[in-house]
Structures are given as C-alpha cells and as structure tokens.
C-alpha cells in the first residue's frame, strides 16, 4: 500500500510545478503579447513614408520631408552604415536637390588634406595619386564625389574633410616635395621609407619626435599646405596611439574617442572661419558620416558628438539641424518590414515618434530604437541594399605599391651585385694566394670586396633597426654626418678604381665587366642612402 502512496505523492508534486511553469508562462506570454500589440498598435502610414530614387533624384513622400524639414536647417546630417550600397547616391540626389537653397557644401569622415586635395587638384586625379589617402575606398563613395565636383556653385573649397588621416605615405611623399629646406625633404623621404617597410603603419605608433623634427628642420618658411600635413598627422598618430593602446580617461571613455571627436569639431570650425573669409556668413551644409557622430546628444561611445556640436552652432544662428540615420533594412532588423510594403527605401519620421506617450506606444520598441527616436530626426531605411563594390581605387592602390615595389627592387639589385664582389675575395683565399698579394697596396679585389662588405653591413644594421624601431628614441631623427661621409666614398671609390683598371695586369677582360656592373651598383646605393635618408632615419 505503501508504494501507491508515494506514487502518488510524486505525481502531486510534478502537477504542482506544471502548473507553477504554465503560470509563468501565461504571465510572461501574456507581456510579450501587450509589447507586441502596443507596437503594432502605431499607425506606420503616419510616421513611415516611402521614397524613390530616379534619375539622380529622390521622390515620393519621403524626399518631400527631407525638402521640407531642410530649409529650415542650416546643416543636413546623414549617419551612415559605410560601405553599403546606395547610400552614397542618396546623398548625392539630396545635395543635388538643396543646392537651390544654398547648401553648397559637403562634409566628410576624411582627413582635411586629401580633401583639399579633392578641391583643387580635382577628385580623380586626387584618387589616382594619393588612393591610401581615401577613406571608404567604395565605387559609390567616388561617384559622390565626382557628382559633387561637377555641380558644385560656391566659394573655396567644396569638401570639408573633419576626421583623422587614414595612411601617412601620401602625405609624407607630399611633404618630400613641398618643404623649404633639403634637409627637411630628405627627412620626409626616410619617412616615407619608414611607413613602407613597416606597411604603412607610421601612424599607429608613436614618431612624435620624427614629425617634430621635420618641423624644425623645414623652420619658419613652411607653407600652409605642409603645416596642415604635419599638423594632421601628429594628431592622427595620437589618435591611433592612443587607440592601440587603449587609453581610457577616468569615466573609462577611450582617449581616442575623445580626440578624435574634438578634432573633427576643431576641423568643422576652422571650415567655417574659412567661408566666412571668403564672404559666407553662415554657410550651409551636408554631412555623411558615420552615425555615431552625426547624432545629437551623447554618442555609443560616450562622447558628445560633431552633430551635438552642430545642432548648437545651428542654434545660435537662429537655425537647426536634420540629423538623419541611413542604414540597410533586413527583415532581422529592428524597425518592421511592414512599413516598407513594396517600397526600397522608407524614411521614418522620429520627430512624430517623439510626440507619443513613451510609456505606451513605443513600449515594445528595443534600446535601440528607443535611441534613434531620441537622438535622430529621421531614420532613412534601404531594404537589402547589401555592400558597395571596391572596383577603381582598389585599382589604383595595386599600382601604386607596384611601384613601390619596383624602386625597393632597383635598390636590393645594385646590394645583390655588390655581393658578388666577395666571390672574388673568396676564389683568391681558396687558391692560396699569398698574403704579399691579398695585402697589395690598392689591390681592386681587396678595396673592393672590403667597401662593399662594409656598406651591405652598414645597411643590413639599419634595416633591422628600422623593423625594431618602435620607440622615439630609435626613430628620432639626428644629423649623422658619418653618413655623407659614406656616401661620399660610395661616388668616390668607383672613380678611383676605374683609373686603375688600365693597370692591365690587374684586370682581365671578365673583370672589368664585373667591375662595371659593380661600380654602377655601388653608385646606385650611394643615391639610396642620399635620396631616402638613411642618416637622418636611423643616427
């Protein structure tokens, strides 16, 4: 009898905890299904409106909004995802659309040299030149910026380039060309020797002192184009630093974060002082960045963004700022795939989100929906748009560090030709030949042979130095006159020892072939050392 009752027993106690976990259930279920029908309770036709794009130009209601909300705005901000198509032709029809009303304009997540670049060597010959330069290397990007040459109408510069530089070769090889002084150009090209050897990672660590001295070196005669490149640079490489290394202020919000922010504030109101020179008060204009930065308020990272920024200056001028999200749309995101019905692209109207009771409607929306009601004015969303290609200055990027390669090549050449020279050396100790012989006064083989092992020595030092050069006190630049001393030698020897290949019992005729190709090597490395500045690299 005993074990029907504990049977029993148990069967009680399992009915009590189903009926404990439907409970929950039904209550938890219960929730989800009040979140749901709140959030389904919005009526999209008020707040979502769709949009076209033909013909390079936007249409339908949502580009009706855009037009309507911008003339009362004296900035247009769109926070991107990057590198998504179609994004940047959005933008493109958009500036095209305002410039009636003077927005004339555009803003980018670009350093300002590349971008003054844009405006007055032209886009295209900009990419090809400099394509390490160009931040967001998309197809899309590039016919943004061609579109934006073409129709720009005002004053000075039509892109203003806010953010860090991406690379230093570029820049570095533009310096080489434009400082005062030679000392100072040479310095420039070690450092452009410098960032390739290291495959363009210059700006990742810290050669605050090379940069400084090259700024001491070019002295007070630098013109305006090379104090923008070195200022640009020093203070892309503490962004990067700091970045790399995770530098964190005391609330824990990352240093670089910090910098960087404040730079691009920094480079907006220095654009601005600059139109206001050229006779434009308030000058209008479009920005396409990254969203955390065109946001009002606080951004992800914890810093107040360019948009805050800008919503103030807007302000104080009697005006305002539109500040519009862009991004792609997939049925995993989290607005709903209904407002779209048939359309690609649907602009949601935060503002009019903004006016509902929070504790009701927007209920079930999740934090980030909740964030983009609170910091965006709108939300452009493109269904599917999937990635932008990378076709032309991906193109541009091979050559360039094709060429690159090609002159690291003509130098390893003329080093492995003066190699040869020890074979000689080696052919006459493995004979025998008497030490009388080997020690003759102005013996070729010998003076030779013992340069050459010198000079690859002296190289092959510097080069393994260069590849440990993670400090500033291995990279800062000195004078080392011992250097020119060298190089000196590398022009003078050849001639000294052509004089005395027509002492004919010295030479043969095998020789005096290997000796010429020698010569012309060394020379060569002489120019290496000269024009790329081992020196003034390494100490």
């Not at 309507?68 to 032709?89: D, I, R, Y």
């Not at 995770?246 to 730079?263: N, P, T, V």
Request: charged letters at 20%.
């Amino acid at each position: 009898m005993k074990e029907p009752e504990a049977v029993s027993s148990l069967n009680w106690t399992g009915c009590r905890y189903w009926l404990a976990l439907v409970l929950i259930v039904s209550i938890v279920g219960t929730g989800f299904a009040q979140d749901d029908s709140k959030s389904s309770a919005i009526d999209w036709t008020r707040h979502a409106f769709p949009l076209q794009r033909d013909d390079a130009q936007l249409t339908g209601p949502g580009a009706d909004w855009i037009v309507k909300n911008a003339a009362s705005c004296q900035f247009v901000l769109f926070g991107e995802q990057h590198g998504v198509a179609g994004m940047p032709a959005v933008v493109a029809a958009v500036y095209t659309q305002l410039q009636s009303d003077d927005f004339d304009y555009l803003v980018m997540e670009r350093g300002p040299w590349v971008s003054r670049q844009f405006s007055s060597n032209g886009v295209a010959a900009t990419i090809q030149e400099s394509p390490f330069s160009v931040a967001f290397d998309y197809d899309g990007e590039v016919r943004l910026l061609k579109e934006v040459e073409a129709s720009f109408k005002g004053s000075g510069n039509a892109f203003w380039g806010v953010d860090q530089s991406l690379t230093a070769i570029h820049a570095l090889i533009r310096l080489s060309q434009i400082l005062p002084t030679h000392a100072s150009r040479r310095a420039a090209n070690g450092l452009v020797l410098k960032d390739a050897l290291q495959g363009g990672r210059f700006l990742s660590r810290d050669y605050s002192a090379d940069l400084a001295m090259i700024r001491e070196l070019a002295g007070p005669k630098i013109n305006e184009e090379a104090s923008l490149i070195l200022d640009a640079l020093e203070v892309s490489q503490s962004i990067f630093v700091a970045y790399h290394e995770k530098q964190r202020d005391e609330a824990g919000i990352g240093i670089s974060d910090i910098l960087r922010e404040q730079y691009m504030k920094d480079q907006f109101d220095a654009y601005m002082a600059e139109a206001k020179e050229n006779g434009v008060e308030n000058p209008k204009c479009i920005l396409k960045m990254g969203g955390a930065h065109v946001m009002e308020g606080v951004g992800t990272n914890g810093v107040r963004t360019l948009g805050d920024h800008l919503q103030a200056i807007a302000e104080s001028n009697g005006s305002d700022a539109l500040h519009i999200s862009i991004r792609s749309h997939s049925a995993e995101s989290s607005w709903p795939v209904d407002v779209f019905e048939d359309e690609s692209m649907v602009l949601i109207d935060m503002r009019s989100l903004r006016e509902l009771d929070s504790e009701s409607a927007l209920t079930g929306f999740d934090e980030r929906m909740k964030r983009d009601v609170r910091q965006y004015d709108a939300v452009l969303l493109l269904r599917d748009a999937g990635s932008d290609s990378s076709v032309e200055i991906k193109g541009y990027e091979v050559e360039f560090r094709q060429g690159l390669l090609t002159q690291i090549a003509v130098v390893v050449l003329p080093f492995l030709v003066s190699i040869s020279l020890i074979v000689p050396l080696a052919r006459k100790l493995i004979q025998g030949r008497k030490r009388t012989d080997l020690m003759k006064p102005f013996s070729p083989w010998l003076m030779v042979t013992l340069f050459a092992v010198a000079l690859i020595t002296v190289i092959t030092l510097q080069v393994l130095r260069l590849r440990r050069g993670d400090t500033p006190e291995v990279s800062q630049l000195t004078n080392a006159p011992w250097m020119l001393v060298l190089e000196l030698v590398c022009v003078l020897l050849p001639i000294i020892l052509c004089v005395l290949m027509f002492k004919k019992s010295w030479w043969s005729f095998g020789q005096r072939i290997h000796f010429m190709l020698v010569s012309a090597s060394v020379v060569g490395m002489a120019v290496f050392t000269h024009w790329w500045n081992l020196g003034r690299m390494f100490g």
